[in-house]
């Protein structure tokens, strides 16, 4: 498949040492979740930072290295990290640190030029015990600091060379070393990007990531400290799930297998998100008579749902007015969509993803709007909710369609459960529904198709 930002590699960095085991998987899970978004990236992973950026400077210009345990609140912030590097002519934008004789950087976030980097040798990142001397042109640092005063907005190359003596050989340290005496400059994180992220520090908050884990519903100590903002991420996507409906969805459609085309249906079973139901309803053979379930955790999801089929005649002119409206009528609710960009390009996106035009889409919509549509809480995840699915399927003769969209990969499965956990729930549902339902069922799982009794 191709990729989008073809130069940068994106890396996530499992440095959790052997004290972190038990939430490993939680912070793995969750960082590369958050890493994926609207942009198909290369993305890697690694437990050697050294080994990994050498030999994607063979492929790549640039590495954005993301440690586990951290959360993107977009993953345009990559992108982003790149540019303010070329913008402020530096091979290596990071957190700076100055303390214990030279500079070094933390290993949870930070962008480096690849090709720079190649030409210097490939010098290790890794941290070593005891005392180094760093021989290296004499290092300027700003006066002023990102907080405390320890953490440098920028490092300069001066002409002289000097050695400095360290008390043990920190992350990054011969990297930064080298980049100065090559007459290179370093910048920290600017703030517009730092608040972009949150790095909860495993090593030191261990205690506190597995209450996190534990407990939903968990609230550290309000400090204003990594951890606690690290938890109100948490809670925003905790939140969600209640409160939580998607506006639009822009998944595509999968209408070029044979066996969509020739089977006829008269159900279909779906979570409750943006208007792809109506464009497979409208698309395949479904009877008029056909019932439509929709499902979902979230009893903000249906309430959007129920509002827009009832409010909405499928004209893209008006579903941004029909949005704000129902915005303004439910302030307590979390619309869920991507805010960087403008509707009319949502609207661009969308039907390049379901393979329409507007008008096409519309008499999708006012199909949709004929059809005999029921709303259902219920948590799918749970093995009684999927019997359900199997129960309404079975009470049909055609044949049924079940959509899931991304309920079994979500970032609060990640890191509250594993993927490992969600995956095993899905193939659940999947061997429900392949063992325990009577007619045919197209199932849509992850943007993968399968058939049962066909």
Known sequence: MKKDFPEIAVVMYNNLPARCHEVEQNLCDFTKFKINGQHNLHTYETKNITEMLTTLSATHRWAVVIAAGNILQSQKLIMD????????????????????????????????????????????????????????????????????????????????????????????????????????????????????????????????????????????????????????????????????????????????????????????????????????????????????????ISPAALKWQKHLLESWDGDFRTFETVFRAFEKQNTDLIPIYFRDQSFENLFVWFFENVQMDSVEFQQCWKRYQTMQVEFVELNLLETPSMQYVVDTINQHQHGAYVWSSNLFHMDYLSFYRTDRWARDKLLEFVGKLRQETKIPVASEFLCFLEFYNC
């Not at 962008?111 to 005891?130: A, C, K, R």
């Not at 204003?224 to 506006?247: C, E």
């Not at 822009?250 to 297998?257: H, Q, R, S």
Request: proline share 7%; with cysteine.
């Open 81 to 296: 990290s790149v540019e303010y590097a070329k913008k402020e002519n530096s091979p290596l934008s990071c957190h700076i640190l100055d303390r214990g004789g030279y500079f070094h950087l933390h290993p949870q976030y930070f962008t480096i030029d690849l090709e720079v980097y190649q030409s210097l040798g490939f010098p290790p990142f890794e941290e070593t015990p005891g005392p180094v001397d760093i021989n290296t042109k004499i290092t300027e640092r700003s006066i002023d600091n990102v907080h405390d005063d320890y953490t440098p907005w920028w490092l300069h190359s001066g002409t002289e060379t000097k050695t400095y003596a360290s008390d043990q050989g920190y992350f990054g340290i011969n990297v930064v070393a080298a980049m100065i005496n090559a007459g290179h400059n370093i910048v920290n994180i600017p703030r517009e990007l730092r608040q972009r992220k949150n790095y909860c520090y495993p090593e030191h908050q261990l205690a506190e990531i597995k209450k996190l884990i534990a407990d939903p519903l968990y609230v550290p100590v309000n400090d204003n400290g990594p951890i606690w903002w690290f938890a109100h991420d948490l809670r925003m996507i905790t939140d969600g799930l209640q409160k939580g409906y998607y506006v639009m969805n822009t998944e595509p459609l999968y209408l070029d297998n044979p066996k969509l085309s020739d089977q006829e249906f008269d159900c279909f079973v779906g979570v409750a998100s943006g208007v792809k139901p109506a464009c497979l309803i409208g698309k395949l053979k479904f009877a008029d008579n056909s019932r439509i379930v929709l499902v979902d």
